[in-house]
């Protein structure tokens, strides 16, 4: 059998160092071993190159040969050593976790013992906030009711100038129905259907306000649309009203005797004239039926004053 090479003995050294079956301390020694013996061997071979069958000195270094089983056994110990080496870093980490979670729980514990400290401002800030809040919130409805109650004021007041001023005969006339829309206005506007009665008064306000502004334009196209229906209307009732007052005048005056008719014919006559003259002198309206209304009113007026002054001449 051939006599390994230097190199190829270095090299298959070196795998076994890789492999973990020598240490570093046998690699390095072998290696030397290795080295001189070449040394040895190549001195030799100058010394005695006149026989190369020379047979090897007692003193020369042997040749190191590492058989399979010393390789197996090698083998055998490095990955017993690696599977040492595994556990020992599995043993370093959870030592390491352990460590690191301390540091961790100590930081939490002086962070609760810090805040357990440091005075409760915050949640004091968050209160003083909250008040300041409900204050302004407060201070908002109130000025709202406030308006609420001008607005409502200013309604009413043009409400109840239209009618004051609306004629009185189409005013009569409306009266039922703005009595009706008064108690409907009121049934309609009534809530609760908010938590506080300052937001209730706004609703019902602030409804009552809508509804007298809608209202006022009805009246104002109320007033329009009934005054001729309403005057034509009272001018004939009027116009029977006068007739009936002059039949009663009549039938007092014939109930009163002769004698008397004599003494009070002349006193008759001059108040005919003088009823005439004072009714047609009614200064005239803004309507000619208006101004009819106001003579027959006026006449309507002194004859049953009249009447009632002869009905003491009856027997």
């Known amino acids: 059998m051939s006599k390994p090479s230097l190199t190829n003995e270095l090299t298959r050294l070196y795998e076994l160092l890789e492999k973990g079956a020598i240490t ?17 061997a190549s001195s030799k071979s100058d010394e005695y190159s006149s026989d190369p069958t020379q047979t090897k ?23 017993a050593v690696a599977k040492n080496g595994g556990c020992l870093k599995s043993i370093l980490a959870a030592i390491g976790f352990l460590v690191v979670l301390g540091v961790i729980l100590k930081a939490c514990h002086g962070d609760e013992k810090a805040a357990a400290s440091t005075p409760a401002s ?15 919130a407060q201070e908002n409805i109130q000025a ?17 100038t239209l009618w004051t001023n609306m004629d009185v005969d189409v005013r009569n006339h409306l009266k039922p129905q703005q009595l009706a829309w008064n108690r409907q206005k009121k049934k309609q ?57 002059f039949e009663t005048l009549q039938t007092t005056w014939d109930a009163i005797p002769e004698s008397i008719k004599d003494q009070l014919s002349s006193n008759v006559k001059s108040w005919t004239k003088s009823a005439d003259n004072e009714c047609d002198s009614e ?14 009113t006026c006449k309507i007026k002194l004859m049953k004053a009249k009447t009632k002054e002869l009905e003491g001449y009856k027997i």
């Open 24 to 40: 570093q301390e046998e690699y390095e020694e072998h290696k030397a071993l290795l080295l001189n013996q070449a040394r040895g």
């Open 57 to 79: 000195s007692a003193g020369e270094v042997p040749q190191i040969i590492i058989n399979q089983s010393s390789s197996a056994a090698a083998s055998s110990s490095a990955t």
């Open 122 to 136: 915050e949640p004091a800030a968050q209160t003083v906030t909250n008040t300041d809040s409900q204050e302004d």
């Open 144 to 160: 709202v009711l406030q308006s609420a109650k001008q607005e409502n004021a200013a309604a009413n007041d043009e409400i109840n």
């Open 189 to 245: 506007c009534q809530s609760n259907q908010y938590p506080t009665p300052e937001q209730n008064q706004i609703e019902y306000l602030s409804c009552e306000t809508d509804m007298t502004h809608t209202r006022i334009s009805e009246l104002e196209t109320l007033q329009n649309q009934l005054y001729t229906e309403v005057k034509e209307a009272k001018l004939q009732k009027l116009k029977q009203e006068a007739d009936d007052s």
């Open 283 to 296: 200064k005239p309206a803004d309507t000619d039926v208006q101004t009819d209304i106001n003579r027959l």
